[in-house]
């Protein structure tokens, strides 16, 4: 290679494969379709489709240089970033992939070649490891590559591959790097040091499918599936001890040793986190540039507790500043030449991890407040509770190593065998969540796949067809071909009815099984079906129309949103029925009622323009040139479905439309509300639902009217009239039971005992009950008042009031008494006002006031 920095790398990888037939396919997302993985964790995610047969692989080669993020789940290296020389959460994975094409011997091959060859690395000082089983590769290593015996070594679990606790697996063949003798002990990869043996290309050999009750079926077609990591090869090829010393590396570190005053290298303590912050700022960004947003959920949380582990470093660095933001500008001018969507969603990675950096620094408080009182109440010697230490790190985001580095300070340790009790419950529960994620066994419906391939959706063109039955049971019916569309993207199944010969059933939905199987539920309405009989398809023509117009909706309120509130808006779910549609997006507050109305605007005016809606299938590459959008959580091939939704909103979207906008009808939103943190919700409704919304709402108007006594023109008017002179009449009726309430006073005078007046008033509200206390206090013989009362609104009031030279407190009279009437209020040592919810315990209330007042 010319020059050995990243950019270098990734093009004499991909440069060398595509020269060997490899197709080139961009780096896949972080956020992954398989439900089993919180991120994408290796290269060959984006490809398990291919791998398991669900789907068929569009090239039988490819190449990629993989986004990868392993910070959550079975996958985490998130402890060990900053404390070793190479793991990271955030890297980039170099991987060629086989879909049944070639095996073994081209892949060890190739491998050898481009890390000798292209990469000139010394063959003395590689060694190559293989499965405890694989016999085969063994000999290909020796025997075709040309590796000499005695530096071929034999691993046990450290050689089979899983990608998770099911899914693709097999036996892989690793390639280590030798970094010499002052990294540690020899004798390779087996049995060296981990420091001086690294590895730098893992070659898996693709053979089986591991199954959720732990047996393994064989794959369709044996495959192979690599894995280099750029970040480690680029240090060996660099000659440096660790990747914290490569190229992109060291300018990012640069930059946080001018943020935080501290130079890189100084200081072992610092080095961690400043390398902490350098690997977290690259994965906070990438997260939230590929549509992860920080929250107390799944990936969310991952990414939460990423960026705040990063500013705790910051915080340990002594930065009391926000610095996260100016660490993305870093990481977009650095990779943002490889990585074009860092420059495109710049400003808004650069809010979110804003917005977020602010309010951890403020909850990083909190928890340093919640600490130093628990360490108050302990003396030197002492333990802290498990439990305590666990709530500051799970509620607050405090790490434990901060909890025991204070700690420490102070003479105190930390329970951890009480911290780690909670946290398993924790993780157990989380795991007991999970669960039921991995998908059925698809039975039958496999070889029927097999045997026929995909059933043909025609449903786009005709609303019937004449079809086979390929499939029957008591639930469910497949056919060759169908009008029926299966649930997919959002958008819910259609309903209709299928009819034989031999008899009728009602299709109550339409579901995916396995690759494109259009699987229809069904209700016996009389008769059989049978396989191999030919059938009349029919769909429900009506509700498929309001599905469609709720569903092209939904991409002309994606547009308008991005246009009021900004690009970073991002679809981040979506449901699409016949009655309302439903979509989610990536935003950080709520919106206005201006925005809501401007974002109403803008749809129902490009509706009312009627432009011409265009659905094609194009090359996924020809798509993005046209700069269509993807939307969230659907899988696309090679092949996509685009949606020109009139002249501004092109995405990609495999369901079914309307032909013109103009055929939407009108666009109404009826809510939103957020439904986690930086993610919001809007619901619509299209066609004739506003317009039935419209007629509910004017008889609601009308009714009023009638009720107030006006014409509907002046309702507005009538209600705030009538809402004045109920306010008048409540007014009145108040002043006129507080002067009632007051005309006791000289009652209650007249029964004090001892200057002492204690009373349960009838028919007073709060103030009123405060007034009256205050009269009867100011009278010449009184020392103290107690007043009770249940007001009209509910619940229960106590007012104590003491003369200046009583020598009581007003507080001290009515605590007792306010914990029994379920309640409190600010203690005044001259005048207690408390409220409670119990009123029933009223007296008993009083009584203790009584006796706290003679005591005193």
């Known amino acids: ?84 020389s190479r793991h990271l959460t955030f890297f980039e994975m170099m991987g060629n992939f086989s879909f049944g094409d070639y095996f073994k011997s081209e892949a060890c091959a190739y491998a050898w070649e481009f890390v000798t060859g292209t990469l000139g690395l010394d063959p003395e ?65 087996a049995h060296g040091d981990e420091e001086r043996f690294i590895e730098i290309w893992n070659l898996v050999f693709m053979q ?134 860092l420059i495109r969603n710049h400003d808004f990675v650069r809010d979110v991890l804003d917005r977020e950096e602010r309010r951890f620094r403020e909850t990083l408080r909190t928890g340093l407040a919640i600490l130093d009182e628990s360490l108050g109440r302990l003396d030197e010697g002492a333990v802290l509770d498990g439990d305590v230490a666990f709530k500051l790190h799970d509620t607050y985001g405090f790490p434990l190593e901060l909890t025991e580095e204070i700690t420490a300070e102070r003479g105190v340790s930390v329970d951890l065998d009480g911290f780690r009790t909670a946290m398993a419950e924790q993780q157990d529960r989380a795991r007991s969540a999970r669960r039921g994620a991995a998908s059925a066994s698809a039975g039958d419906l496999s070889a029927v796949l097999e045997a026929h391939g995909r059933t043909g959706f025609v449903g786009r063109e005709h609303d019937e067809a004449e079809a086979e039955v390929l499939f029957v049971d008591d639930e469910m019916v497949v056919l060759d071909r169908t009008p029926f569309y299966a649930e997919s993207g959002g958008q819910v199944g259609d309903t209709g009815s299928i009819t034989s010969d031999t008899g009728r059933v009602r299709v109550v939905d339409t579901t995916l099984a396995l690759d494109g199987l259009h699987c229809h539920r069904i209700e016996v309405v009389d008769g059989t079906i049978e396989v191999g009989q030919q059938v009349r398809a029919v769909i429900d023509g009506d509700r498929r129309s309001s599905i469609m117009r709720n569903h092209t909706g939904t991409h002309i309120l994606h547009w308008a949103l991005r246009q009021v509130l900004g690009e970073h808006v991002k679809q981040q779910g979506s449901w699409v029925g016949p009655d309302r549609l439903r979509f989610d997006f990536s935003h950080f507050e709520a919106m206005t009622a201006e925005q809501t109305a401007a974002v109403e605007d803008l749809a129902n005016a490009e509706i009312l323009a009627n432009p011409a809606c265009r659905h094609f299938e194009t090359t996924r590459e020809e798509a993005e040139a046209l700069g269509a959008i993807a939307f969230f959580g659907d899988k696309y091939g090679e092949k996509v ?107 209650l005078v007249a029964a004090a005992e001892e200057g002492l007046v204690v009373a349960l008033v009838e028919g007073i509200d709060r103030d009123g009950l405060r007034d009256l206390a205050l009269t009867i206090r100011d009278r010449d013989t009184i020392r103290a008042v107690v007043l009770g009362a249940a007001p009209d609104g509910g619940g229960a009031a106590l007012v104590a009031a003491v003369s200046p030279d009583s020598g009581l407190d007003a507080g001290e009279l009515v605590a007792e008494a306010a914990k029994t009437i379920g309640g409190g209020g600010r203690s005044n040592p001259d005048l207690t006002v408390v409220g409670g919810r119990s009123p029933e315990n009223l007296a008993e209330a009083l009584e203790q006031a009584r006796a706290a007042a003679l005591a005193g």
């Open 1 to 84: 290679m010319a020059s050995h920095t990243a950019n270098g790398l990734r093009r004499a990888f991909v440069d060398f494969f595509v020269e060997r037939g490899h197709h080139l396919e961009p780096s896949g997302s972080l956020i992954p379709h398989d439900p089993t993985l919180l991120f994408t964790v290796a290269g060959m995610v984006p490809f398990k489709p291919y791998f398991v047969g669900e789907q068929p692989a569009p090239w039988q080669r490819a190449v990629t240089v993989q986004k990868c993020v392993r910070a959550g789940g079975k996958h985490n290296d998130l402890d060990e970033v900053g404390r070793t």
């Open 125 to 189: 000082r590689l060694w190559v490891t293989v499965h405890t089983s694989d016999d085969e590769a063994e000999a290909i290593w020796r025997d075709e590559v040309g590796v000499p015996a005695e530096r071929i070594q034999r691993l046990d679990k450290d050689n089979y591959w899983r990608m998770a606790d099911t899914g693709p697996c097999g036996p892989c063949s690793e390639i280590f790097w030798d970094k010499g003798p002052e990294f540690g002990d020899g004798g390779g990869p």
């Open 208 to 341: 089986f499918d591991q199954q959720e009750d732990g047996s393994m079926t064989p794959l369709p077609a044996p495959s192979i599936d690599t894995g280099a990591g750029l970040e480690r090869i680029l240090s060996v090829l660099d000659g440096v001890e660790s990747v914290w010393e490569t190229d992109e590396f060291v300018r990012l570190l640069a930059r946080i040793g001018e943020l935080t005053g501290v130079e890189p290298g100084s200081d072992d303590r610092t080095d961690v986190s400043q390398r902490i912050l350098a690997d977290h700022a690259r994965s906070s960004t990438f997260l939230i540039s590929d549509g992860v947003f920080p929250s107390n959920e799944d990936r969310g949380y991952v990414l939460r507790r990423i960026i705040r582990r990063a500013v705790r470093h910051a915080w340990l660095l002594g930065v009391e500043d926000q610095i996260m933001s100016d660490l993305v500008d870093s990481v977009v001018s650095i990779m943002g030449d490889d990585y074009p969507e």
């Open 641 to 747: 479905m685009v949606l020109e939704a009139g002249p501004r909103s092109v995405e990609l979207c495999g369901g079914t439309h309307v032909s013109a906008l103009g055929d939407i009808g009108p666009l109404k939103i009826v809510a939103e509300g957020s439904i986690g943190s930086n993610i919001r919700r809007l619901e619509a409704v299209t066609g004739v639902a506003p317009i039935e919304r419209l007629r509910e709402a004017e008889a609601a108007l009308a009714a009023a009217a009638e009720l107030v006594g006006v014409p509907v023109d002046d309702v507005l008017e009538g209600i705030q009239k009538r809402l004045a002179e109920s306010k008048a009449l409540r007014s009145d009726l108040v002043a006129a039971r507080r002067q009632v309430a007051l005309g006791q006073a000289d009652d």
